[in-house]
């Protein structure tokens, strides 16, 4: 699993430029940043380096923010791997809160990485046989 930053802010201009700045001020590099948004706030989510040093520099910067663990698949770059994994997913009823599509840079492939609070998801996926990615 990996510990991915979750954390909020409001939707105006500037404000992911601010969460770069205090990531890089940090020396912090991100792998992956998903921004979504509602009518005031958005919910920014991210795999850095350091997970803990990124936390706590957005706290220190006045974020409300934490930590949370999220389970990331390789791919393989195959067609219909995403459609497979949630077919294993849904016959196991897993609910899968959110999902989103990152790059491993280490092998060159997509990954998917969701969050869900089922406990047992990630040994029931490795018992399928797939690749979970502990660093991207």
Request: proline letters at 5%; charged letters at 15%.
């Given at each position: 699993m990996l510990n991915q930053v979750s954390l909020f802010t409001e939707n105006t201009k500037g404000a992911l430029h601010n969460i770069t700045t205090v990531l890089a001020n940090a020396n912090i590099n991100i792998y992956t940043m998903l921004a979504n948004d509602s009518a005031e706030f958005g919910i920014i989510r991210l795999i850095v380096t350091d997970p803990a040093i990124a936390l706590q520099a957005l706290k220190s910067a006045g974020y409300q923010c934490r930590l949370d663990r999220v389970i990331?698949?390789?791919?393989?770059?195959?067609?219909?791997?995403?459609?497979?994994?949630?077919?294993?997913?849904?016959?196991?009823?897993?609910?899968?809160?959110?999902?989103?599509?990152?790059?491993?840079?280490?092998?060159?492939?997509?990954?998917?990485?969701?969050k869900t609070t089922e406990p047992e998801a990630e040994t029931f996926l490795q018992g399928k046989g797939y690749v979970l990615v502990n660093t991207l």
């Open positions: 990331a698949i390789d791919m393989a770059d195959t067609p219909g791997s995403l459609d497979k994994i949630l077919a294993h997913l849904e016959a196991a009823n897993v609910i899968v809160d959110y999902l989103y599509i990152s790059y491993n840079r280490q092998t060159a492939t997509p990954i998917a990485i969701f």
